[in-house]
């Protein structure tokens, strides 16, 4: 039944357009998750490692110029290979993008959490105190009640993945003092800004699917942690079990040899469709693939002589198999999530 107001206020405040009826609903939502102190924690905690990736940039930066400021933790940097230190300009890309994807995959695990303390909340509260006649009364249509929830997953993981890696790019750039940085360099921060919006697009439609699926909180919490850390789980007693076999198999055969034995592993990773299990190393793997990582660590390993060069690639490069399949996990996710929402969620008409 819809419901009406028995009476007749008028409105004397600003309209805004029908494009942004579905905004009222993200303000309220980020207003009432906001209040939540565990939220504020884990905010804060996300943002951490986005002091750390403004420092590794602003840090080569100054490489670059051969700074005196830099002289007293050039020690520190001795982890790195010699050539790098000697032509830093030649190995920005390279720095910036491994620093930009171990960022963006710190901030991958920390949004789990995030929408775990933001995520369940949203639709299975409607549905147990039955508001969604009151919001479908209004002049909102499905489509922008969808997107009013969906908008607080944005906003709150948007806040830990995409302004943080505009910031850093900003201060990276003002620590170069190089024109060409720009140039050379704002691809990847395309490509941070748009694998931000894939793991909210992502995520965020998918525990709104969760959520629509019942009227408790704690299920839908339950939900959440099934398709992160469970899958993660298996996924990872799988390759285990998988690793462990083959590794038997190359001593039966004595294939003692360091190089052999690791193009041996990186070929099996090639074809290991076992990752696929864990929802999370999906959406690493595409995330990977937009950086760049692999190419990256293909140069900076590149560097290292004969066995250790190998030794360093098996370390570095553990994922090798066709991001594509990670890409169609995630639409085939996609897809079932929208079609739960579109199941879940009916129109006013056909409310009970």
């Not at 419901?3 to 993200?26: C, E, K, N, P």
């Not at 549905?127 to 006649?133: S, T």
């Amino acid at each position: 039944m819809p419901v009406f107001d028995q009476g007749y206020q008028h409105w004397s405040g600003t309209l805004s357009g029908h494009a942004w009826r579905w905004l009222a609903i993200t303000r309220h939502g980020v207003r009432i998750a906001i209040a939540n102190r565990w939220l504020k924690l884990a905010l804060f905690v996300a943002w951490l490692p986005a002091i750390v990736l403004a420092t590794a940039v602003c840090i080569w930066g100054l490489v670059e110029q051969q700074s005196e400021l830099i002289q007293t933790i050039l020690p520190m940097l001795g982890f790195l290979d010699r050539q790098m230190l000697l032509d830093p300009r030649a190995y920005r890309m390279e720095v910036w993008t491994l620093s930009y994807s171990y960022f963006m995959l710190t901030e991958l695990r920390l949004a789990m959490v995030l929408i775990l303390l933001v995520g369940p909340n949203l639709i299975s509260q409607d549905l147990r105190y039955n508001a969604l006649p009151l919001y479908l009364s209004r002049p909102l249509r499905r489509i922008d009640y969808f997107l009013g929830k969906w908008g607080v997953i944005v906003f709150f993981l948007g806040a830990v993945t995409i302004v943080p890696a505009v910031a850093a790019y900003v201060l990276g750039i003002l620590f170069s003092l190089d024109a060409g940085i720009v140039k050379q360099t704002f691809p990847l921060l395309l490509a941070s800004v748009g694998y931000g919006l894939i793991i909210a697009a992502s995520a965020g439609t998918l525990i709104l699917a969760l959520s629509s699926l019942s009227r408790s909180s704690r299920y839908v919490a339950m939900f959440w942690l099934a398709a992160w850390i469970g899958t993660g789980v298996v996924s990872a007693v799988l390759q285990g079990i998988e690793h462990e076999g083959r590794r038997h198999a190359i001593r039966r055969h004595r294939h003692e040899d360091p190089t052999s034995f690791v193009e041996q592993e990186l070929e099996a990773a090639r074809t290991d469709w076992r990752p696929l299990v864990s929802y999370t190393l999906n959406l690493a793997r595409v995330g990977e693939e937009m950086l760049g990582k692999s190419a990256a660590w293909e140069k900076v390993t590149s560097l290292r002589p004969g066995p250790e060069r190998d030794i360093a690639r098996l370390r570095t490069i553990d994922v090798q198999y066709p991001w594509t399949w990670s890409a169609g996990v995630l639409l085939a996710v996609f897809g079932v999530s929208a079609w739960t929402l579109n199941r879940s969620i009916k129109s006013l008409d056909r409310l009970k």
